[in-house]
């Protein structure tokens, strides 16, 4: 791996189920630690819209050429607004992965996506079609899925942005600066 790899970690902000919005923050790393951009974008809470504010905020950004991954924290953002990974690889070229920190209960994300989406079933194959892994942080293993990247490779770029902990520092701080701009100040883990 080449040192001054780019990764871009994404993350939406704290909402309300009666928000209409929720800000998503782009938080471009150059490992392994060294913040170099901030972006943003904002997606509609349990809306489709994800995938393309996704690819609009990261082809319009200058830094396009250069982000060799871009790190989701999970597969939905703003409540069920879920990310069609392959779709977001296909239209950018550049490979998305997702981590979260624990495993999710397929059984109980499918019955929420059937009680209040008419949608459900596309939904639910997006969140199916990229199967989540485990991978090693030394603590807690993150679960993660990646499309467009080899694993190994894919294990390599998110040990080399791990500072401290288990979440990857592009996912951190995105967590930190979305809290920050709607709550005012971060708090909690990401």
């Known amino acids: 791996m080449k040192d001054q790899v780019r990764v871009l970690g994404i993350d939406d902000s704290p909402f309300e189920f009666g928000d209409r919005r929720s800000l998503v923050v782009g938080a471009l790393v150059r490992?392994?630690?060294?913040?170099?951009?901030v972006m943003r974008t904002d997606v509609e809470v349990d809306g489709c819209d994800s995938t393309d504010?996704?690819?609009?905020?990261?082809m319009c950004s200058r830094y396009r050429e250069q982000v060799k991954l871009v790190l989701v924290d999970?597969?939905?953002?703003?409540?069920f607004n879920i990310i069609d990974m392959g779709s977001f690889h296909e239209r950018t070229g550049i490979p998305v992965a997702t981590v979260t920190r624990d495993e999710p209960d397929m059984a109980e994300i499918e019955a929420a996506l059937r009680k209040h989406f008419d949608d459900w079933a596309r939904r639910l194959s997006l969140v199916q079609r990229v199967p989540l892994r485990p991978l090693d942080t030394g603590h807690k293993p993150l679960q993660a899925s990646v499309v467009g990247m080899d694993w190994d490779e894919f294990v390599q770029?998110?040990?080399?942005?791990?500072v401290r902990g288990a979440v990857p520092e592009p996912v951190r701080i995105a967590h930190l600066v979305s809290a920050a701009m709607v709550k005012g100040e971060s708090r909690g883990r990401s």
């Open 53 to 58: 504010r996704l690819v609009e905020m990261v």
């Open 31 to 37: 490992t392994p630690s060294y913040l170099e951009a």
């Open 157 to 162: 770029l998110v040990k080399a942005t791990t």
């Open 74 to 79: 999970g597969i939905a953002l703003a409540g």
